[in-house]
C-alpha cells in the first residue's frame, strides 16, 4: 500500500535560517507528490507538485523539493525562514482509485519561526 | 481562480443531532473529496464522489454519508453526531484524472456538545 511518512511532527528554526521538512513515501509506480501548507484557521494550500518532469520542483514562496528516487524522498527546502513561513506543511501522493487518483497525506509537520 | 466553499467556518451542535456540511466548487471539477483533520493524524479521507450520485469509501466512512445531487455540490451528513466527531472538516475538489493537485475549502470546525 502506497504511503507518505513526514519526519517531525515539530520543526524550529530561526528567521534567516534554513528550512528542511521531510517526507519519505512508498509506491510501486512513479508517484506524483504533493507540498501543502495550511496557515491557522485556513485550508490547504498548494506549495508545489512533482508530476515527472525535473526532479527539483519549485514553488510559491521560496519553497522548492527535491524528487530522490533511490531514497524513496520528497523532501522541502527554503533557505532562508521567514515569520510569516510558520504554519503546518503536509506532503502527499496520488494514489490510483479506479479511473481516477486519490490523495494520501503524511501526518504533518509544524513549522515555527523564532524571531 | 479555483473556488471551494464550504458552508460554515465553526458548527456547534449536539449528541444525536443530524448536520449537514455543504461543499460547493465552481470549476466543474469531476471529484469532490470530504476529509477530517485531526492532531497529529494529519487528513483522512472520509467520503469521495467521482460524478454525480456516485460514491466510494475512504479510510474512515463510518458514522458519515455523502450526497452528490449535482456536479458542483458535495455534502457530508452525519447522522447522529457524536462527540468523537468534533473535528475540522475540509472539502476538496480536483478534475478527474490522477496527477492534479486538489483545490481545498477553508475547513468546518464542527463541535459536538
Known amino acids: 500500500a502506497q504511503s507518505v511518512t513526514q519526519l517531525g511532527s515539530h520543526v524550529s528554526v530561526s528567521e534567516g535560517a534554513l528550512v528542511l521538512l521531510r517526507c519519505n513515501y512508498s509506491?510501486?509506480?512513479?508517484?506524483?507528490l504533493f507540498w501543502y501548507v495550511q496557515y491557522p484557521n485556513q485550508g490547504l494550500q498548494l506549495l508545489l507538485k512533482y508530476t515527472s518532469a525535473a526532479t527539483l520542483v519549485k514553488g510559491i514562496n521560496g519553497f522548492e523539493a527535491e524528487f530522490k528516487k533511490s531514497e524513496t524522498s520528497f523532501h522541502l527546502t527554503k533557505p532562508s525562514a521567514h515569520m510569516r513561513d510558520a504554519a503546518e506543511y503536509f506532503c502527499?501522493?496520488?494514489?490510483?482509485?479506479?479511473?481516477?487518483?486519490?490523495?494520501?497525506f503524511g501526518q504533518g509537520t509544524t513549522l515555527q519561526v523564532k524571531p | 481562480d479555483v473556488k471551494v466553499t464550504q458552508s460554515s467556518r465553526y458548527l456547534v451542535k449536539r449528541t444525536g443531532e443530524k448536520v449537514f456540511l455543504e461543499c460547493v466548487q465552481d470549476m466543474d471539477h469531476e471529484n469532490m473529496f470530504w476529509y477530517r483533520q485531526d492532531p497529529g493524524l494529519g487528513l483522512r479521507l472520509i467520503y469521495f464522489?467521482?460524478?454525480?450520485?456516485?460514491?466510494e469509501k475512504g479510510d474512515i466512512p463510518e458514522g458519515y454519508s455523502v450526497s452528490r445531487e449535482k456536479k458542483e455540490r458535495f455534502s457530508l451528513i452525519l447522522e447522529s453526531a457524536s462527540t468523537n466527531q468534533t473535528s475540522m472538516y475540509l472539502c476538496a475538489s480536483c478534475p478527474l484524472r490522477q496527477g492534479y493537485e486538489q483545490y481545498f475549502g477553508p475547513g468546518t470546525r464542527l463541535t459536538v456538545t
Open positions: 509506491s510501486s509506480v512513479p508517484p506524483y
Open positions: 502527499a501522493v496520488s494514489v490510483r482509485s479506479g479511473n481516477t487518483g486519490k490523495l494520501i
Open positions: 464522489s467521482y460524478d454525480v450520485k456516485m460514491k
